[in-house]
């Protein structure tokens, strides 16, 4: 049974660009979250999302950052025009309903150059 | 706001020796509190969750307790292959919301 899967687990993007971000949950759960960790900080939380819902985006930034969870296919977590600040490791979870475990899956570690 | 602090930040024991990892949290309604373990340059994975105080679980060679106000991770004997982060985290109520409040984590090595 696979893990949650995230793609790619590199990415280098040069200031300005975009950066986008796949997670393919565990089979059987429809709950997925994405979470940033920082150098020397924790694991903050970003975006909550079902099948098609975006459920609660509290701890997203404003702006330059969306994320969706479409019918068919992965999550997609899009950084628009990145800066240095967006360097970071950003991992996703999943499980099965809510107020149950989250499994996470390796992360993805962006560096903006 | 909700918190999570834990401690200490590192920590270094000698093989066998065993010990305790703190959190204590501040949260204005606990729905869940969760251990897991973060090695280097790889996702948290997932060892426990508690849910009301006195309540205790248990893996090998750790153990999770949990009061009113704080949660503790015994390691008992612990082995080299114990050494990673040990991550807290929470879950407080509130409608919708079903994201994860994180400690920074204690940083455990353990010289064999």
């Given at each position: 049974?696979?893990?949650?899967?995230?793609?790619?687990?590199?990415?280098?993007?040069?200031?300005?660009q975009?950066?986008?971000l796949r997670?393919?949950?565990?089979?059987?759960?429809?709950?997925?979250?994405?979470?940033?960790?920082?150098?020397?900080?924790?694991?903050?939380?970003?975006?909550?999302?079902?099948?098609e819902?975006i459920?609660?985006?509290?701890?997203?930034?404003?702006?330059?950052?969306?994320a969706?969870?479409?019918?068919e296919?992965?999550?997609?977590?899009?950084?628009?025009?990145?800066?240095?600040?967006?360097?970071?490791?950003y991992?996703?979870?999943?499980?099965?309903?809510?107020?149950?475990?989250?499994?996470?899956?390796?992360?993805?570690?962006?560096?903006?150059? | 706001?909700?918190?999570?602090?834990?401690?200490?930040?590192?920590?270094?024991?000698?093989?066998?020796?065993?010990?305790?990892l703190?959190?204590?949290?501040?949260?204005?309604?606990?729905?869940?509190?969760?251990?897991?373990?973060?090695?280097?340059?790889?996702?948290?994975?997932?060892?426990?969750?508690?849910?009301?105080?006195?309540?205790?679980?248990?893996?090998e060679?750790?153990?999770?307790?949990?009061?009113?106000?704080?949660?503790?991770?015994?390691?008992?004997?612990?082995?080299?292959?114990?050494?990673?982060?040990?991550?807290?985290?929470?879950?407080?109520?509130?409608?919708?919301?079903?994201?994860?409040?994180?400690?920074?984590?204690?940083?455990?090595?353990?010289?064999?």
């Amino acid at each position: 049974n696979a893990g949650v899967m995230q793609n790619p687990r590199h990415l280098v993007r040069r200031r300005g660009q975009e950066a986008r971000l796949r997670c393919s949950p565990m089979k059987g759960h429809s709950h997925v979250y994405w979470y940033r960790q920082l150098p020397e900080e924790g694991l903050k939380f970003m975006v909550y999302l079902q099948k098609e819902n975006i459920i609660d985006e509290s701890g997203m930034p404003k702006e330059r950052f969306s994320a969706e969870f479409p019918k068919e296919g992965p999550s997609i977590l899009r950084i628009q025009q990145v800066v240095r600040g967006d360097s970071a490791a950003y991992f996703c979870a999943s499980s099965p309903t809510s107020n149950y475990e989250q499994y996470f899956g390796p992360g993805t570690r962006l560096t903006v150059t | 706001e909700d918190q999570v602090t834990q401690s200490p930040e590192a920590l270094r024991l000698q093989e066998g020796e065993s010990s305790s990892l703190n959190c204590s949290y501040t949260v204005s309604g606990l729905r869940g509190l969760f251990w897991y373990r973060q090695d280097p340059g790889k996702g948290p994975e997932f060892l426990f969750t508690l849910y009301s105080a006195g309540e205790e679980k248990e893996k090998e060679r750790l153990k999770a307790t949990l009061t009113k106000k704080e949660s503790f991770l015994h390691i008992t004997a612990p082995k080299p292959e114990d050494s990673a982060t040990y991550l807290c985290a929470v879950r407080v109520r509130g409608g919708g919301a079903d994201g994860l409040t994180f400690g920074k984590g204690t940083h455990l090595i353990i010289q064999p």
